[in-house]
């Protein structure tokens, strides 16, 4: 009788290495690398773009970064588990991103500027070190076309923020170092503004910069401004040496914390208040609302009034919709942590006097210049209401310049009608000069001040201003 030999029952051992073992090996294997790898990617561009507009994250610098880290580090995180455990190429180096992006970015969102300035000077060369490997690590261990197509590209975006980064944080240190402040900086309330103030006489003459600008840019002004009475420059919240505030600067916010500068500055009024472009709108606001301390004004090609058709329409400081364009304009300065700003900045103010061209262009390089810049537009209706509550000047000194190139017929309505707030006005069409020429060009500068001391000499023998 022939026996049929009994096939032994496969040991634990030989079982892990047989068939079902490539089974399960080829199940786990199913995914194609590359859709991993740009799904992960998208994931986290995703994730940073959801986290930025999450309510528990507030609308600050600090935060927002720490959010957008926070969700790049999702991506990365979901490249290194996915390749691991459904393809046949692990990517474990993508969790080394994933930690170093995930912890920055908590901290920045717990603990906000103070980590800030810790991290300012280690996140250039640490993000610098840490691509040069993740690049040796995908070109060992990655083989797909998604390499070269999607990889590759983001490790060279860090790259160049790395060393934009690097740029900026060396360039703001010069700077510091060769612009120091003049004059003093002065809290008016959770935050503090720079206000410098030269000359002697009465009355004081205040400038006030247009949109995005700072004192410097009144470095012809100022100084002829002062050979003949006392004259007064500052910066508003986040610019120049500002520092930048946590409410909304409309007009009215503007004119109560210069108000305060004022007084706690020790510069007691009569003032004569000069203001160009978006500035206009500011010094009208504060003529409103502190009239009997204005005894002049000079509105130099100011940006025009509009009075709210239905007044209260205005969305108010701090509502969402504000919000989430507050959170947009955070984002958008974060560009100017990688320098971008610095390159650009070479290309202003170059009509200026030296010293006021480059503090001006080391103010335009400024991350925290940029946010309070947007925001400044963001408000822009609500300061032109605002400034439209000045209905009458009555018979004080009222000079008004308007630039003639760019000018047209309703700005020039415009600028007529703001020269009949007063019964006591000159209205000045410059034909020559451009908006910004006003202020930064020798030439037209020196038309304005000659304006501005006109006032200041209708105030002094209470005799009007003449055409």
């Known amino acids: 009788m022939a026996i049929t030999p009994v096939s032994p029952l496969p040991s634990p051992a030989s079982e892990g290495n047989g068939p079902g073992r490539r089974a399960r090996q080829d199940a786990g294997a199913r995914w194609r690398i590359g859709p991993v790898v740009a799904s992960s990617l998208a994931a986290g561009l995703l994730a940073a773009l959801l986290l930025v507009a999450a309510p528990f994250i507030r609308a600050r610098e600090s935060e927002v970064t720490g959010a957008v880290l926070c969700g790049f580090a999702l991506g990365w995180a979901m490249l290194a588990i996915l390749s691991v455990r459904f393809t046949g190429q692990p990517q474990r180096w993508a969790a080394a991103p ?200 000079v509105l130099i090609d100011s940006t025009d009034p509009a009075p709210a058709d239905k007044p209260g329409t205005t969305p108010p400081a701090g509502a969402g919709s504000y919000d989430i364009l507050g959170r947009a304009s955070t984002l958008i300065a974060t560009s100017a942590r990688l320098g971008l700003g610095r390159l650009y900045a070479p290309f202003e103010a170059a009509s200026l006097p030296q010293q006021s061209r480059e503090e001006v262009r080391a103010n335009i390089a400024s991350p925290i210049n940029l946010r309070s810049t947007i925001d400044e537009y963001l408000q822009a209706n609500t300061s032109m209401e605002e400034a439209a509550s000045l209905r009458d000047f009555a018979d004080k000194p009222l000079a008004v310049l308007t630039a003639g190139i760019g000018n047209d017929t309703r700005h020039q309505a415009s600028q007529k009608a703001l020269a009949n707030l007063s019964t006591n006005s000159a209205h000045k069409t410059i034909d020559w000069a451009s908006h910004e020429a006003l202020v930064a060009d020798q030439d037209a500068a020196a038309i304005t001040t000659r304006s501005i001391l006109d006032v200041v000499a209708s105030v002094r023998n209470a005799k009007p201003l003449a055409e």
């Open 98 to 297: 994933a930690v170093f992006m995930g912890v920055a970015g908590l901290l920045l969102v717990l603990f906000g500027a103070p980590v800030d300035r810790v991290l300012t000077w280690v996140w250039p060369p640490a993000l610098l070190a840490l691509v040069v490997w993740m690049f040796l690590q995908a070109r060992t261990h990655l083989h797909s076309r998604s390499k070269a197509w999607l990889v590759y590209p983001v490790l060279a975006m860090l790259v160049f923020a790395s060393i934009g980064g690097g740029y900026q944080i060396l360039g703001a240190a010069a700077d510091a170092k060769a612009y120091p402040m003049p004059g003093q900086l002065i809290d008016v309330g959770g935050h503090s503004l720079h206000l410098s103030c030269t000359g002697s006489g009465s009355p004081t003459v205040v400038l006030q910069p247009g949109a995005g600008e700072m004192s410097s840019n009144h470095g012809w002004i100022a100084p002829a401004v002062a050979r003949n009475t006392r004259v007064c420059v500052y910066d508003r919240a986040g610019r120049g040496w500002s520092e930048p505030a946590s409410t909304a600067q409309d007009a009215t916010q503007i004119a109560t914390d210069l108000h305060t500068l004022l007084q706690r500055g020790n510069v007691p009024g009569p003032y004569v208040l000069a203001g160009h472009s978006f500035g206009g709108l500011y010094v009208l606001t504060f003529a409103a609302m502190y009239s009997g301390e204005v005894a002049g004004m």
